[in-house]
């Protein structure tokens, strides 16, 4: 069974720094994309960044320039490395993969974490 479990996340003052990670585990085969979503209290879930397996990165233009995305293939870990954050950063922060999981027969899934809440005071 895959699992995605997410750590990192916390209380930090606004203008302060917060790195959040995502190790992926289980039966894996191949890890492809890699993404961070968030959702605010009372808001729809978005889109904060991307990374596909050759390291290739989207960022959503509210956190572009002061977020970084990155990927350690080998451990199937993602991290997600937060700057300059502001009170509107707050959200519980969701990664998210597409993996191909070794069994009987081959099967790629999207898979989600369970969260980790970033809160920006200011």
């Known amino acids: 069974q895959v699992q995605l479990v997410e750590s990192g996340g916390g209380l930090v003052q606004a203008g302060g720094s917060l790195t959040l990670s995502c190790a992926a585990s289980?039966?894996?085969?191949?890890?492809?994309?890699m993404g961070w979503y968030r959702q605010a209290a009372g808001k729809q879930r978005e889109l904060v960044a991307t990374i596909s397996s050759g390291g290739n990165t989207n960022f959503a233009g509210s956190v572009k320039g002061r977020f970084t995305i990155s990927r350690d293939n080998a451990e199937n870990t993602m991290y997600l490395q937060m700057n300059s954050l502001k009170p509107e950063d707050t959200a519980v922060y969701y990664c998210?993969?597409?993996?191909?999981?070794?069994?009987?027969?081959?099967?790629?899934?999207?898979?989600w974490g369970q969260g980790t809440q970033v809160t920006v005071s200011s």
């Open positions: 289980g039966s894996i085969l191949n890890v492809h994309d």
């Open positions: 998210n993969a597409v993996i191909t999981e070794l069994g009987p027969r081959l099967t790629t899934s999207t898979y």
